[in-house]
Protein backbone atom coordinates (compact mmCIF):
# COMPACT_ATOMS: atom_id res chain seq x y z
CA UNK A 1 0.00 0.00 0.00
CA UNK A 2 1.10 3.40 -0.92
CA UNK A 3 1.02 6.33 1.74
CA UNK A 4 -1.48 8.88 1.21
CA UNK A 5 -0.70 12.44 0.30
CA UNK A 6 -2.45 15.80 1.28
CA UNK A 7 -1.76 17.68 -1.78
CA UNK A 8 -4.89 20.25 -2.58
CA UNK A 9 -7.07 17.37 -1.33
CA UNK A 10 -6.57 14.09 -0.36
CA UNK A 11 -5.15 11.60 -3.13
CA UNK A 12 -4.33 7.98 -2.18
CA UNK A 13 -2.41 5.85 -4.14
CA UNK A 14 -2.66 1.82 -4.16
CA UNK A 15 -1.78 -1.11 -5.44
CA UNK A 16 -4.62 -3.31 -7.02
CA UNK A 17 -4.14 -6.73 -9.22
CA UNK A 18 -6.56 -8.74 -10.75
CA UNK A 19 -8.55 -11.42 -8.52
CA UNK A 20 -8.99 -13.68 -11.26
CA UNK A 21 -5.49 -13.85 -11.43
CA UNK A 22 -2.19 -15.16 -9.56
CA UNK A 23 -0.20 -13.32 -11.78
CA UNK A 24 1.58 -10.90 -9.55
CA UNK A 25 2.82 -9.16 -12.47
CA UNK A 26 -0.95 -7.66 -12.74
CA UNK A 27 -0.45 -5.49 -10.42
CA UNK A 28 -0.89 -1.77 -10.69
CA UNK A 29 -1.46 1.39 -9.02
CA UNK A 30 -4.56 2.97 -8.89
CA UNK A 31 -5.65 6.17 -7.99
CA UNK A 32 -8.01 8.13 -5.87
CA UNK A 33 -8.52 11.75 -4.74
CA UNK A 34 -11.04 12.84 -1.92
CA UNK A 35 -11.50 16.12 -0.25
CA UNK A 36 -12.80 14.50 2.94
CA UNK A 37 -11.01 11.12 3.02
CA UNK A 38 -14.63 9.71 3.07
CA UNK A 39 -16.24 10.19 0.01
CA UNK A 40 -13.50 9.43 -2.96
CA UNK A 41 -13.22 9.58 -6.90
CA UNK A 42 -11.57 7.35 -8.60
CA UNK A 43 -8.68 8.59 -11.40
CA UNK A 44 -6.87 6.78 -14.33
CA UNK A 45 -4.53 4.10 -13.13
CA UNK A 46 -1.29 6.00 -12.15
CA UNK A 47 1.76 3.49 -13.12
CA UNK A 48 1.80 -0.11 -14.51
CA UNK A 49 4.46 -2.88 -14.43
CA UNK A 50 5.82 -1.20 -17.93
CA UNK A 51 9.77 -1.34 -17.47
CA UNK A 52 12.40 -4.64 -16.69
CA UNK A 53 12.45 -3.45 -13.21
CA UNK A 54 8.71 -3.70 -12.50
CA UNK A 55 7.86 -6.55 -14.76
CA UNK A 56 6.56 -7.94 -12.32
CA UNK A 57 4.54 -5.45 -10.46
CA UNK A 58 4.84 -2.26 -9.35
CA UNK A 59 4.41 -2.44 -5.49
CA UNK A 60 4.38 -0.56 -1.89
CA UNK A 61 5.68 2.42 -1.74
CA UNK A 62 5.90 5.70 0.06
CA UNK A 63 5.82 9.54 -0.74
CA UNK A 64 7.84 12.51 0.91
CA UNK A 65 6.88 15.88 0.22
CA UNK A 66 9.77 18.00 0.41
CA UNK A 67 10.03 21.38 1.25
CA UNK A 68 10.30 23.08 -1.73
CA UNK A 69 7.23 20.90 -2.70
CA UNK A 70 8.31 18.32 -4.78
CA UNK A 71 7.00 15.04 -4.39
CA UNK A 72 9.28 11.47 -4.43
CA UNK A 73 8.02 8.28 -4.39
CA UNK A 74 10.08 5.42 -3.80
CA UNK A 75 8.42 1.96 -4.25
CA UNK A 76 9.44 -1.21 -4.67
CA UNK A 77 9.70 -3.36 -8.26
CA UNK A 78 9.83 -6.56 -9.14
CA UNK A 79 11.97 -7.45 -11.67
CA UNK A 80 11.79 -9.50 -15.10
CA UNK A 81 13.43 -11.77 -12.45
CA UNK A 82 11.73 -11.51 -9.68
CA UNK A 83 14.14 -9.49 -7.58
CA UNK A 84 13.07 -6.72 -5.40
CA UNK A 85 14.55 -3.27 -6.22
CA UNK A 86 13.59 0.72 -4.94
CA UNK A 87 12.51 2.41 -8.01
CA UNK A 88 11.95 6.75 -8.23
CA UNK A 89 8.79 8.18 -9.73
CA UNK A 90 7.65 11.91 -9.52
CA UNK A 91 4.68 13.80 -10.46
CA UNK A 92 5.01 14.56 -14.01
CA UNK A 93 3.40 17.87 -13.49
CA UNK A 94 3.22 19.73 -9.73
CA UNK A 95 0.62 22.14 -10.61
CA UNK A 96 -1.96 19.71 -11.72
CA UNK A 97 -3.64 19.34 -8.89
CA UNK A 98 -4.76 15.84 -9.42
CA UNK A 99 -1.57 14.42 -10.34
CA UNK A 100 -2.75 12.18 -12.75
CA UNK A 101 0.79 11.54 -14.45
CA UNK A 102 3.88 10.06 -12.93
CA UNK A 103 7.23 9.69 -14.53
CA UNK A 104 9.64 7.25 -13.52
CA UNK A 105 13.15 8.04 -13.04
CA UNK A 106 15.17 7.42 -16.15
CA UNK A 107 17.96 5.51 -14.01
CA UNK A 108 15.85 3.53 -11.92
CA UNK A 109 16.01 1.07 -9.79
CA UNK A 110 18.25 3.25 -7.53
CA UNK A 111 18.41 0.75 -4.99
CA UNK A 112 19.08 -3.37 -5.35
CA UNK A 113 19.58 -5.79 -2.38
CA UNK A 114 22.76 -5.24 -0.61
CA UNK A 115 24.67 -8.03 0.17
CA UNK A 116 23.53 -10.61 2.93
CA UNK A 117 19.79 -10.02 1.67
CA UNK A 118 17.74 -12.06 -0.25
CA UNK A 119 16.87 -10.90 -3.71
CA UNK A 120 13.25 -11.16 -2.47
CA UNK A 121 13.48 -9.91 0.96
CA UNK A 122 13.68 -6.21 0.23
CA UNK A 123 10.92 -4.21 -0.03
CA UNK A 124 8.35 -1.28 1.13
CA UNK A 125 10.59 2.16 1.39
CA UNK A 126 9.15 4.18 3.82
CA UNK A 127 8.45 7.89 3.97
CA UNK A 128 11.93 9.52 4.58
CA UNK A 129 12.46 12.46 7.38
CA UNK A 130 15.49 14.41 7.53
CA UNK A 131 18.04 14.79 10.27
CA UNK A 132 20.04 17.62 11.30
CA UNK A 133 22.60 17.39 8.79
CA UNK A 134 20.27 17.70 5.91
CA UNK A 135 20.22 14.12 4.93
CA UNK A 136 17.09 12.37 4.51
CA UNK A 137 16.73 8.77 5.69
CA UNK A 138 14.32 5.86 4.46
CA UNK A 139 13.89 2.66 6.22
CA UNK A 140 13.77 -0.85 4.47
CA UNK A 141 12.41 -3.86 5.79
CA UNK A 142 14.10 -7.03 5.03
CA UNK A 143 15.27 -10.11 7.38
CA UNK A 144 18.68 -12.33 8.43
CA UNK A 145 17.75 -15.94 8.38
CA UNK A 146 14.70 -15.70 10.58
CA UNK A 147 15.68 -12.26 12.52
CA UNK A 148 13.17 -9.10 11.00
CA UNK A 149 15.31 -5.76 10.63
CA UNK A 150 14.66 -2.40 9.29
CA UNK A 151 17.82 -0.87 7.21
CA UNK A 152 18.50 2.45 7.04
CA UNK A 153 19.64 4.78 4.03
CA UNK A 154 20.37 7.86 3.67
CA UNK A 155 20.08 10.58 0.27
CA UNK A 156 19.94 13.93 -0.35
CA UNK A 157 18.87 13.70 -3.74
CA UNK A 158 17.01 10.30 -3.66
CA UNK A 159 18.87 9.25 -6.30
CA UNK A 160 22.08 8.11 -4.74
CA UNK A 161 21.85 6.18 -1.18
CA UNK A 162 24.34 5.35 1.55
CA UNK A 163 23.42 1.95 3.84
CA UNK A 164 23.77 2.87 7.49
CA UNK A 165 26.75 0.18 8.81
CA UNK A 166 23.70 -2.00 11.58
CA UNK A 167 20.38 -1.72 11.56
CA UNK A 168 17.40 0.35 12.85
CA UNK A 169 16.36 -2.21 14.84
CA UNK A 170 16.10 -6.41 14.67
CA UNK A 171 13.72 -8.58 16.83
CA UNK A 172 14.84 -12.66 16.32
CA UNK A 173 12.35 -14.93 15.71
CA UNK A 174 9.86 -12.61 13.70
CA UNK A 175 10.90 -13.35 10.29
CA UNK A 176 10.38 -11.35 6.93
CA UNK A 177 9.62 -7.37 8.01
CA UNK A 178 7.40 -6.14 5.29
CA UNK A 179 5.42 -2.42 4.98
CA UNK A 180 7.79 -1.04 7.91
CA UNK A 181 6.54 2.27 9.16
CA UNK A 182 8.78 4.58 11.74
CA UNK A 183 6.88 8.11 13.02
CA UNK A 184 7.16 9.97 15.93
CA UNK A 185 4.37 10.80 18.81
CA UNK A 186 4.18 13.38 21.01
CA UNK A 187 4.36 12.56 24.65
CA UNK A 188 1.91 14.95 25.72
CA UNK A 189 0.06 15.84 23.19
CA UNK A 190 -3.44 15.95 21.16
CA UNK A 191 -2.06 16.63 17.67
CA UNK A 192 0.31 14.47 15.61
CA UNK A 193 3.80 15.34 14.35
CA UNK A 194 5.93 15.60 11.24
CA UNK A 195 7.98 12.68 9.96
CA UNK A 196 11.11 14.28 10.63
CA UNK A 197 10.21 15.48 14.33
CA UNK A 198 12.94 13.95 16.76
CA UNK A 199 13.22 15.53 20.26
CA UNK A 200 12.35 15.23 23.98
CA UNK A 201 8.78 15.67 23.29
CA UNK A 202 8.61 12.09 21.46
CA UNK A 203 8.87 9.06 21.17
CA UNK A 204 8.99 6.66 18.06
CA UNK A 205 6.83 4.06 16.74
CA UNK A 206 8.14 1.10 15.08
CA UNK A 207 5.76 -0.87 13.09
CA UNK A 208 6.31 -4.07 11.31
CA UNK A 209 3.87 -6.08 9.07
CA UNK A 210 5.14 -10.18 9.62
CA UNK A 211 4.71 -11.67 6.58
CA UNK A 212 5.03 -14.97 8.14
CA UNK A 213 2.01 -14.54 10.08
CA UNK A 214 0.19 -11.80 8.31
CA UNK A 215 -0.07 -9.35 11.91
CA UNK A 216 0.83 -5.68 12.27
CA UNK A 217 2.71 -5.29 15.32
CA UNK A 218 4.35 -1.94 16.69
CA UNK A 219 6.25 -1.25 19.42
CA UNK A 220 7.13 2.64 21.35
CA UNK A 221 10.75 3.80 22.15
CA UNK A 222 13.27 6.31 21.46
CA UNK A 223 14.96 7.08 17.97
CA UNK A 224 18.81 8.09 17.97
CA UNK A 225 19.48 9.78 15.65
CA UNK A 226 23.46 9.93 16.04
CA UNK A 227 24.02 5.87 15.34
CA UNK A 228 20.60 5.45 13.54
CA UNK A 229 18.92 2.67 16.15
CA UNK A 230 15.52 2.62 18.08
CA UNK A 231 14.99 1.22 21.06
CA UNK A 232 11.86 -0.19 22.37
CA UNK A 233 10.40 1.11 25.80
CA UNK A 234 9.63 -1.99 26.96
CA UNK A 235 11.77 -5.09 25.35
CA UNK A 236 9.10 -7.77 26.51
CA UNK A 237 6.69 -6.09 23.69
CA UNK A 238 8.85 -5.16 21.00
CA UNK A 239 7.92 -5.29 16.85
CA UNK A 240 6.37 -8.62 16.31
CA UNK A 241 6.11 -9.97 19.98
CA UNK A 242 3.60 -7.47 21.76
CA UNK A 243 0.78 -5.22 20.57
CA UNK A 244 -0.58 -4.83 17.25
CA UNK A 245 -2.29 -2.33 15.46
CA UNK A 246 -5.69 -4.36 15.39
CA UNK A 247 -6.65 -7.41 16.36
CA UNK A 248 -8.87 -8.99 13.70
CA UNK A 249 -8.25 -8.60 10.38
CA UNK A 250 -5.66 -6.20 9.24
CA UNK A 251 -2.29 -5.94 7.66
CA UNK A 252 0.28 -3.75 5.68
CA UNK A 253 -0.72 -0.52 7.01
CA UNK A 254 1.03 2.56 6.82
CA UNK A 255 0.48 6.49 8.57
CA UNK A 256 1.15 9.50 6.97
CA UNK A 257 0.94 13.07 8.07
CA UNK A 258 -2.27 15.59 7.47
CA UNK A 259 -0.08 19.03 7.99
CA UNK A 260 -3.46 20.97 7.06
CA UNK A 261 -5.27 19.38 10.60
CA UNK A 262 -1.61 18.66 12.38
CA UNK A 263 -2.80 14.73 12.78
CA UNK A 264 -0.98 11.21 11.81
CA UNK A 265 -3.40 9.03 10.07
CA UNK A 266 -2.90 5.53 9.65
CA UNK A 267 -4.69 3.20 7.05
CA UNK A 268 -4.81 -0.57 6.50
CA UNK A 269 -6.10 -3.00 4.42
CA UNK A 270 -8.95 -5.81 5.32
CA UNK A 271 -8.68 -8.85 3.29
CA UNK A 272 -11.39 -11.74 2.86
CA UNK A 273 -13.08 -13.97 4.54
CA UNK A 274 -15.30 -15.91 1.71
CA UNK A 275 -13.94 -17.27 -1.33
CA UNK A 276 -12.06 -16.87 -4.30
CA UNK A 277 -15.20 -17.50 -6.51
CA UNK A 278 -16.96 -15.15 -4.59
CA UNK A 279 -14.51 -12.55 -4.77
CA UNK A 280 -14.87 -13.30 -8.87
CA UNK A 281 -18.89 -12.89 -8.55
CA UNK A 282 -18.49 -9.86 -7.10
CA UNK A 283 -15.92 -8.52 -9.08
CA UNK A 284 -13.60 -7.13 -6.09
CA UNK A 285 -12.18 -8.15 -2.91
CA UNK A 286 -10.71 -6.42 0.02
CA UNK A 287 -10.80 -2.90 0.89
CA UNK A 288 -9.35 -0.21 3.34
CA UNK A 289 -10.39 0.61 6.86
CA UNK A 290 -12.04 3.68 7.75
CA UNK A 291 -8.88 6.04 8.36
CA UNK A 292 -7.50 6.36 11.79
CA UNK A 293 -5.84 8.97 13.66
CA UNK A 294 -3.12 7.78 15.86
CA UNK A 295 -1.60 9.49 19.35
CA UNK A 296 0.26 8.20 22.20
CA UNK A 297 -1.77 6.87 25.21
CA UNK A 298 -0.18 9.65 28.08
CA UNK A 299 -2.17 7.75 30.17
CA UNK A 300 -0.44 3.74 29.75
CA UNK A 301 2.93 4.83 28.50
CA UNK A 302 2.45 2.04 26.59
CA UNK A 303 -0.19 2.20 24.28
CA UNK A 304 -1.26 3.81 21.06
CA UNK A 305 -4.40 5.38 20.90
CA UNK A 306 -6.61 4.76 17.68
CA UNK A 307 -9.85 6.49 16.25
CA UNK A 308 -11.46 6.75 13.46
CA UNK A 309 -11.00 10.59 11.48
CA UNK A 310 -13.44 13.04 12.10
CA UNK A 311 -15.04 12.79 8.87
CA UNK A 312 -16.70 10.01 9.12
CA UNK A 313 -19.38 11.86 11.79
CA UNK A 314 -19.97 13.70 8.64
CA UNK A 315 -21.96 10.61 7.54
CA UNK A 316 -24.07 10.58 10.87
CA UNK A 317 -27.91 10.60 10.71
CA UNK A 318 -30.76 10.52 13.15
CA UNK A 319 -29.36 9.27 16.86
CA UNK A 320 -30.95 7.32 19.82
CA UNK A 321 -29.85 7.31 23.04
CA UNK A 322 -29.98 4.72 25.88
CA UNK A 323 -29.42 4.86 29.59
CA UNK A 324 -28.37 2.60 32.29
CA UNK A 325 -30.17 -0.42 30.55
CA UNK A 326 -29.58 -3.05 32.33
CA UNK A 327 -28.68 -6.70 31.39
CA UNK A 328 -28.88 -9.18 33.68
CA UNK A 329 -26.05 -11.88 34.00
CA UNK A 330 -27.12 -14.62 31.29
CA UNK A 331 -29.44 -12.49 29.30
CA UNK A 332 -29.72 -10.47 25.59
CA UNK A 333 -31.58 -7.43 25.38
CA UNK A 334 -32.53 -5.85 22.32
CA UNK A 335 -32.27 -2.30 20.94
CA UNK A 336 -35.18 -0.50 19.27
CA UNK A 337 -32.63 1.21 16.73
CA UNK A 338 -34.48 0.09 13.24
CA UNK A 339 -32.21 -1.28 10.66
CA UNK A 340 -28.49 -1.87 11.90
CA UNK A 341 -26.85 -2.26 8.97
CA UNK A 342 -24.38 1.04 9.23
CA UNK A 343 -23.97 2.53 12.64
CA UNK A 344 -21.79 4.37 14.88
CA UNK A 345 -22.32 2.86 18.26
CA UNK A 346 -20.89 4.05 21.71
CA UNK A 347 -21.02 2.20 24.38
CA UNK A 348 -20.31 2.45 28.36
CA UNK A 349 -20.40 -0.61 30.38
CA UNK A 350 -20.62 -0.33 34.41
CA UNK A 351 -20.62 -3.82 36.27
CA UNK A 352 -22.52 -4.95 39.10
CA UNK A 353 -21.23 -7.96 41.06
CA UNK A 354 -23.48 -10.44 42.73
CA UNK A 355 -21.49 -12.05 44.93
CA UNK A 356 -23.42 -15.13 44.76
CA UNK A 357 -20.56 -17.27 43.71
CA UNK A 358 -16.72 -18.18 43.92
CA UNK A 359 -14.94 -16.51 40.66
CA UNK A 360 -14.68 -19.03 37.75
CA UNK A 361 -13.08 -17.01 34.72
CA UNK A 362 -13.17 -20.51 31.88
CA UNK A 363 -11.12 -20.29 29.00
CA UNK A 364 -7.69 -17.65 29.16
CA UNK A 365 -7.93 -14.43 27.16
CA UNK A 366 -11.34 -14.11 24.63
CA UNK A 367 -12.02 -17.63 25.34
CA UNK A 368 -13.91 -19.66 22.75
CA UNK A 369 -15.84 -16.89 21.65
CA UNK A 370 -18.64 -15.10 23.25
CA UNK A 371 -20.58 -18.35 24.75
CA UNK A 372 -17.78 -19.33 26.78
CA UNK A 373 -19.40 -17.88 30.26
CA UNK A 374 -17.11 -16.93 33.16
CA UNK A 375 -17.70 -14.56 36.59
CA UNK A 376 -16.74 -11.57 34.51
CA UNK A 377 -18.13 -12.00 31.92
CA UNK A 378 -17.93 -11.47 28.66
CA UNK A 379 -20.76 -9.11 28.05
CA UNK A 380 -21.07 -6.47 24.98
CA UNK A 381 -23.08 -5.84 21.91
CA UNK A 382 -24.57 -8.40 19.15
CA UNK A 383 -23.96 -6.33 15.90
CA UNK A 384 -25.26 -7.43 12.38
CA UNK A 385 -27.83 -9.95 14.21
CA UNK A 386 -31.10 -11.35 12.85
CA UNK A 387 -34.04 -11.19 15.21
CA UNK A 388 -34.08 -14.66 15.71
CA UNK A 389 -30.11 -14.72 16.66
CA UNK A 390 -29.18 -17.24 13.79
CA UNK A 391 -26.68 -14.99 12.87
CA UNK A 392 -24.37 -12.10 15.21
CA UNK A 393 -21.27 -10.92 15.57
CA UNK A 394 -20.49 -10.00 19.13
CA UNK A 395 -18.06 -7.24 20.25
CA UNK A 396 -17.18 -7.55 24.07
CA UNK A 397 -14.96 -7.29 26.83
CA UNK A 398 -13.84 -10.17 28.95
CA UNK A 399 -12.65 -9.34 32.57
CA UNK A 400 -9.72 -12.05 34.59
CA UNK A 401 -9.53 -12.68 38.11
CA UNK A 402 -5.77 -14.12 38.83
CA UNK A 403 -5.33 -15.71 41.96
CA UNK A 404 -3.01 -13.56 42.96
CA UNK A 405 -5.72 -10.44 42.49
CA UNK A 406 -4.41 -9.16 39.17
CA UNK A 407 -7.12 -8.20 37.03
CA UNK A 408 -6.65 -8.52 33.22
CA UNK A 409 -9.45 -7.33 30.48
CA UNK A 410 -9.46 -8.26 27.43
CA UNK A 411 -11.65 -6.85 23.79
CA UNK A 412 -12.69 -9.10 22.11
CA UNK A 413 -15.14 -9.94 18.65
CA UNK A 414 -16.04 -13.27 17.85
CA UNK A 415 -16.81 -14.26 14.08
CA UNK A 416 -18.05 -17.92 15.23
CA UNK A 417 -22.07 -17.26 14.36
CA UNK A 418 -21.71 -14.06 12.08
CA UNK A 419 -22.48 -15.89 9.12
CA UNK A 420 -24.63 -19.08 8.05
CA UNK A 421 -22.14 -19.73 5.36
CA UNK A 422 -20.31 -22.64 5.74
CA UNK A 423 -17.54 -21.25 3.16
CA UNK A 424 -16.55 -17.78 5.07
CA UNK A 425 -13.91 -17.80 7.01
CA UNK A 426 -14.71 -17.60 10.76
CA UNK A 427 -12.64 -16.60 13.97
CA UNK A 428 -12.64 -15.47 17.54
CA UNK A 429 -10.54 -11.92 17.64
CA UNK A 430 -8.93 -9.87 20.67
CA UNK A 431 -6.45 -8.53 22.86
CA UNK A 432 -5.63 -7.35 26.21
CA UNK A 433 -7.04 -3.61 26.82
CA UNK A 434 -5.60 -1.72 29.65
CA UNK A 435 -9.13 -0.18 31.85
CA UNK A 436 -7.27 2.10 34.26
CA UNK A 437 -8.97 2.94 38.18
CA UNK A 438 -12.19 4.99 37.16
CA UNK A 439 -12.42 3.95 34.03
CA UNK A 440 -15.90 2.27 32.58
CA UNK A 441 -15.43 -0.51 30.16
CA UNK A 442 -16.14 1.65 26.61
CA UNK A 443 -16.00 1.53 23.16
CA UNK A 444 -17.16 2.79 19.93
CA UNK A 445 -18.38 0.14 16.97
CA UNK A 446 -18.67 1.44 13.44
CA UNK A 447 -20.88 -1.29 11.44
CA UNK A 448 -21.05 -1.34 7.86
CA UNK A 449 -22.95 -4.39 6.55
CA UNK A 450 -20.18 -6.98 6.59
CA UNK A 451 -17.13 -4.47 8.44
CA UNK A 452 -17.45 -4.06 11.99
CA UNK A 453 -14.39 -1.82 12.97
CA UNK A 454 -14.03 -1.46 16.65
CA UNK A 455 -12.52 0.50 19.41
CA UNK A 456 -12.04 0.12 23.42
CA UNK A 457 -11.01 2.52 26.14
CA UNK A 458 -10.55 5.87 23.23
CA UNK A 459 -8.73 3.39 21.26
CA UNK A 460 -6.06 1.33 23.15
CA UNK A 461 -7.27 -1.88 21.34
CA UNK A 462 -8.99 -2.26 18.25
CA UNK A 463 -10.43 -5.09 16.19
CA UNK A 464 -11.44 -5.12 12.65
CA UNK A 465 -14.27 -8.04 11.58
CA UNK A 466 -14.74 -9.21 8.16
CA UNK A 467 -18.09 -11.01 8.14
CA UNK A 468 -20.57 -12.13 5.44
CA UNK A 469 -24.06 -12.51 7.33
CA UNK A 470 -26.93 -14.10 5.54
CA UNK A 471 -30.36 -13.72 7.67
CA UNK A 472 -29.18 -10.16 9.22
CA UNK A 473 -28.71 -7.99 5.99
CA UNK A 474 -30.31 -4.79 5.31
CA UNK A 475 -33.37 -4.33 6.90
CA UNK A 476 -33.56 -7.48 8.93
CA UNK A 477 -29.87 -6.59 11.00
CA UNK A 478 -30.55 -5.48 14.18
CA UNK A 479 -28.67 -4.54 17.23
CA UNK A 480 -28.82 -6.12 21.00
CA UNK A 481 -27.07 -5.91 24.13
CA UNK A 482 -25.42 -9.41 25.81
CA UNK A 483 -24.37 -10.14 29.44
CA UNK A 484 -22.72 -14.04 29.54
CA UNK A 485 -21.25 -13.31 32.71
CA UNK A 486 -22.24 -15.37 35.77
CA UNK A 487 -21.32 -13.17 38.37
CA UNK A 488 -22.51 -9.84 37.57
CA UNK A 489 -24.78 -7.60 36.01
CA UNK A 490 -24.06 -4.47 33.63
CA UNK A 491 -25.65 -1.18 32.95
CA UNK A 492 -25.52 -0.17 29.10
CA UNK A 493 -24.98 3.78 28.50
CA UNK A 494 -25.08 3.99 23.89
CA UNK A 495 -25.54 6.53 21.54
CA UNK A 496 -26.06 5.46 18.03
CA UNK A 497 -25.96 6.88 14.87
CA UNK A 498 -27.59 5.49 11.58
CA UNK A 499 -24.89 6.17 8.56
CA UNK A 500 -25.23 7.40 5.56
CA UNK A 501 -23.36 5.53 2.62
CA UNK A 502 -20.03 7.61 1.40
CA UNK A 503 -19.83 7.16 -2.52
CA UNK A 504 -17.14 5.86 -4.39
CA UNK A 505 -17.29 6.73 -7.74
CA UNK A 506 -15.41 6.92 -11.41
CA UNK A 507 -14.24 10.63 -11.91
CA UNK A 508 -15.52 11.87 -15.41
CA UNK A 509 -12.63 11.79 -17.87
CA UNK A 510 -13.97 14.35 -19.93
CA UNK A 511 -13.34 16.74 -16.45
CA UNK A 512 -9.75 15.51 -15.88
Given amino acids: MVGPLFYKGWYHLFYQYNPDSAVWGNITWGHAVSTDMIHWLY ?35 STNDSVQVQNLAYP ?34 TTAWIGPDGKWRITIGSKINTTGISMVYTTTDFINYELHDGVLHEVPGTGMWECVDFYP ?13 NNDGVKHVL ?42 RYYASKTFYDQNKERRILWGWINETD ?8 GWSSLQTI ?57 DFEIELLGTEESVNGSSGCGDGAADRSTFGPFGILALADETLSEFTPVYFRVTNSTDGDVTTYFCADELRSSRAPEVFKQVYGGEVPVLDGETYSARVLVDHSILESYAQGGRTVISSRVYPTEAIYGAARLFLFNNATGMNVKAT ?19
Avoid at 275 to 282: I, M, P, R, V
Wanted: charged share 20%; aromatic share 10%; hydrophobic share 40%.
Fill in 43 to 77: LPLAMVPDRWYDANGVWTGSATILPNGEIMILYTG
Fill in 92 to 125: ANLSDPLLLDWIKYKGNPVLTPPSGIGSTDFRDP
Fill in 185 to 197: VSINGTKGVETSV
Fill in 207 to 248: KASLDDTKLDHYAIGTYFIENETWVPDDPTIDVGIGLRYDYG
Fill in 275 to 282: TATDDLEK
Fill in 291 to 347: PRTVLFDSKTGTNLLQWPVEEIEDLRLNSTEFTDVLVEAGTTVPLDIGTATQLDILV
Fill in 494 to 512: LKIWQLNSAFIHPFPLDQV
